[in-house]
T-cell receptor, first 113, second 113 residues
Framework: DAGVTQSPTHLIKTRGQQVTLRCSPK?????VSWYQQALGQGPQFIFQ???????QRGNFPDRFSGHQFPNYSSELNVNALLLGDSALYLC????????????FGPGTRLTVT | GENVEQHPSTLSVQEGDSAVIKCTYS??????FPWYKQELGKRPQLIID?????GEKKDQRIAVTLNKTAKHFSLHITETQPEDSAVYFC????????????FGTGTRLQVTL
């Protein structure tokens, strides 16, 4: 039973560039949530995808966008990167409906220079 | 929106002692409270959770208690072991907000020999 996977593991980008991060949910899960975790802080909710649509969004600018594919995998795109976007980006998968448990992937460490 | 406060930020206990981490939440409509353990450089791992219709839940050496009236919940770890050393995060889910979790700021637990 495959857990949540994310790619790439690490990424270094320059200010102003664009980045795409990828996530495959746990087998059987249909919902993907993305979180940003700055160093020494708790994860902050970016948005959630269910049935290929953004279902809910946190307090993040439009530079952050996403997509969910028919196989439930998801992408997070960040445009016009800022130094402050440097963080660990975590994907969490869950089963829609009344199951609330979320399981995290290993994350992508993004460094913006 | 929901706000979660977590205390203490750091906690040092001797092996075999108990550890208690406390969280408070702001919105009485929150109905699900998970706890995650995050080791250095690793993904957050769900260790225990509780729903608002339950006052206490136990799983071997860990337990969570919920006081809905006071809007606080706590993690209790008994007979601590060195492998319990990690950062622990509490979180809360607001009813009707899909699976969005609002996290506390984390507690760094150090179990010393």
């Amino acid at each position: 039973d495959a857990g949540v996977t994310q790619s790439p593991t690490h990424l270094i980008k320059t200010r102003g560039q664009q980045v795409t991060l990828r996530c495959s949910p746990k087998s059987g899960h249909d919902t993907v949530s993305w979180y940003q975790q700055a160093l020494g802080q708790g994860p902050q909710f970016i948005f959630q995808y269910y049935e290929e649509e953004e279902r809910q969004r946190g307090n993040f600018p439009d530079r952050f966008s996403g997509h969910q594919f028919p196989n439930y995998s998801s992408e997070l795109n960040v445009n016009a990167l800022l130094l402050g976007d440097s963080a660990l980006y975590l994907c969490a998968s869950s089963l829609g409906g009344r199951r609330y448990e979320q399981y995290f992937g290993p994350g992508t460490r993004l460094t913006v220079t | 929106g929901e706000n979660v406060e977590q205390h203490p930020s750091t906690l040092s206990v001797q092996e075999g002692d108990s550890a208690v981490i406390k969280c408070t939440y702001s919105d009485s409509a929150s109905n699900y409270f998970p706890w995650y353990k995050q080791e250095l450089g690793k993904r957050p791992q769900l260790i225990i959770d509780i729903r608002s219709n339950v006052g206490e839940k136990k799983d071997q050496r860990i337990a969570v208690t919920l006081n809905k009236t006071a809007k606080h919940f706590s993690l209790h770890i008994t007979e601590t072991q060195p492998e319990d050393s990690a950062v622990y995060f509490c979180a809360a889910r607001l009813t009707g907000t899909a699976s969005k979790l609002t996290f506390g700021t984390g507690t760094r637990l150090q179990v010393t020999l």
